[in-house]
């Protein structure tokens, strides 16, 4: 007997579902394969885009980093220039101070100096009272016109000098050192010791004080301060002779004298000491 016939629908249907099941394991394998390519697209892409980030960062932080260079840079070379400009300000400083100071020096030694001077020229001061006083004993001589005539011409020679030389180094000295002129007559050495101690007294109480000189052309009874400026140097002499009575010298006057070549020139006064000091009271 013959088998049966097969009929062409199952075989069709067979065929068919052999067909779908390739396509479906190509589609299987189709999306295997698509998978991992887009997922490593998008892996790749999302790192680009990240290391493309990282060095925009980079390059920014690197310029960041130059810029911070740059300005430490250029601060330290303003440091070194305000360093520099520092050191030459001090140098100069230090040069001016040097200058200052031996200026400083030259001026006090000139000070000095005229000081000295001022104290030696004073000293010739007490000549012209030596020299009135020898003009007067030569007026008690016979035929002293001559002679009256030459001492009163070099009293008034020497008053004149004087002056004008006092005026330019009092000019010359600073204010604390314009003081008045103090000149000391004793009639003999007894005297010597008092007027010892009024000189310091007088020292102290701001007034220039010469050498003690001894005269013994005029005697007189109490200590006199004589003073040839009436409206200038009338309340100094009395601080004279009020330091004077301090002293132990009771007594003591000032006196106006009209003295024209004593007047001229810087201040002065003269203390004729009558008799020593006593004790200063306590």
Same mark, same amino acid.
Do not use: C
């Given at each position: 007997? #013959?088998?049966?016939?097969?009929?062409?629908?199952?075989?069709?249907?067979?065929?068919?579902?052999?067909?779908? %099941?390739?396509?479906?394991?190509?589609?299987?394998?189709?999306?295997?394969?698509?998978?991992?390519?887009?997922?490593?697209?998008?892996?790749?892409?999302? =790192?680009?885009?990240?290391? &493309? #980030?990282?060095?925009?960062? =980079?390059?920014?932080?690197?310029?960041?980093?130059?810029?911070?260079?740059?300005?430490?840079?250029?601060?330290?070379?303003?440091?070194?220039? &305000?360093?520099?400009?520092?050191?030459?300000?001090?140098?100069?400083?230090?040069?001016?101070?040097?200058?200052?100071?031996? $200026?400083?020096? @030259? $001026?006090?030694?000139?000070?000095?100096?005229?000081?000295?001077?001022?104290?030696?020229?004073?000293?010739?001061?007490?000549?012209?009272?030596?020299?009135?006083?020898?003009?007067?004993?030569?007026? %008690?001589?016979?035929?002293?016109?001559?002679?009256? +005539?030459?001492? +009163?011409?070099?009293?008034?020679?020497?008053?004149?000098?004087?002056?004008?030389?006092? %005026?330019?180094?009092?000019?010359?000295?600073?204010?604390?050192?314009?003081?008045?002129?103090?000149?000391?007559?004793?009639?003999?050495?007894?005297?010597?010791?008092?007027?010892?101690?009024?000189?310091?007294?007088?020292?102290?109480?701001?007034?220039?004080?010469?050498?003690?000189?001894?005269?013994? +052309?005029?005697?007189?009874? $109490?200590?006199?301060?004589?003073?040839?400026?009436?409206?200038?140097?009338?309340?100094?002499?009395?601080?004279?002779?009020?330091?004077?009575?301090?002293?132990?010298?009771?007594?003591?006057?000032?006196?106006?004298?009209?003295?024209?070549?004593?007047? =001229?020139?810087? @201040?002065?006064?003269?203390?004729?000491?009558?008799?020593?000091? #006593? =004790?200063?009271?306590?």
């Amino acid at each position: 007997m #013959s088998p049966p016939p097969v009929s062409n629908t199952d075989l069709e249907q067979a065929l068919f579902k052999a067909t779908l %099941k390739e396509k479906r394991l190509h589609r299987n394998a189709t999306l295997a394969l698509l998978v991992p390519v887009i997922a490593g697209g998008v892996w790749l892409a999302y =790192s680009i885009r990240e290391v &493309t #980030s990282w060095v925009t960062r =980079s390059q920014q932080i690197q310029q960041r980093e130059a810029s911070v260079l740059e300005r430490e840079g250029a601060a330290q070379r303003q440091v070194a220039e &305000t360093n520099a400009q520092r050191a030459e300000a001090e140098a100069r400083a230090h040069t001016a101070q040097e200058a200052e100071a031996a $200026a400083k020096k @030259r $001026a006090d030694d000139i000070e000095q100096g005229l000081v000295k001077v001022r104290d030696e020229i004073g000293g010739l001061g007490t000549f012209l009272t030596e020299l009135g006083s020898a003009r007067a004993k030569a007026s %008690k001589l016979m035929a002293s016109e001559a002679v009256e +005539g030459q001492l +009163g011409e070099m009293r008034t020679t020497l008053s004149r000098t004087l002056a004008r030389i006092d %005026k330019q180094i009092d000019a010359a000295l600073p204010q604390e050192e314009q003081k008045a002129r103090v000149y000391l007559f004793i009639a003999d050495e007894q005297l010597r010791e008092a007027a010892g101690a009024l000189k310091t007294q007088l020292e102290s109480s701001g007034f220039d004080v010469g050498s003690i000189s001894k005269s013994t +052309g005029r005697r007189i009874e $109490a200590t006199e301060v004589r003073y040839f400026q009436e409206t200038r140097d009338k309340a100094d002499a009395a601080r004279i002779v009020a330091i004077l009575e301090k002293l132990g010298q009771t007594g003591s006057r000032s006196v106006y004298a009209s003295d024209p070549d004593q007047a =001229s020139g810087r @201040r002065k006064f003269q203390v004729w000491v009558s008799k020593p000091a #006593s =004790s200063p009271p306590r």
